[in-house]
């Protein structure tokens, strides 16, 4: 059987990856609050608050995501390794970020 162990390369590339997409979402929903509060319509107002809550928690989504939790999914396996702040920094197990992502829903 051949070893399945992850590269080196791939927990430091990964991260970084994950951060770029998690700052690039920021940016787009903060252009997205932006243009709803400002470039709305008067008549459709009602629908802008909506979208506006649709996109907080998208927002909150990615923070999690891209920040606080920042999984390596394992493939084959049913497992994920934790390599966002809540494991680096404050040395929480990914059972943490795996609950925090779960009361999002």
Excluded: E, R
């Amino acid at each position: 059987m051949s070893n399945m162990s992850i590269h080196p390369l791939w927990h430091t590339v990964m991260p970084a990856y994950q951060h770029t997409v998690g700052v690039s979402t920021h940016l787009l929903s903060a252009l997205a609050f932006y243009l709803m509060l400002t470039k709305t319509p008067a008549s459709s107002k009602p629908y802008a608050k909506y979208l506006m809550l649709l996109q907080a928690s998208i927002t909150l989504i990615d923070f999690n995501f891209g920040f606080l939790f920042c999984p390596l999914v394992l493939h084959p396996v049913t497992g994920i390794l934790c390599n966002g702040i809540l494991c680096t920094w404050f040395g929480f197990s990914g059972h943490v970020g795996i609950v925090c992502f779960q009361f999002q829903f």
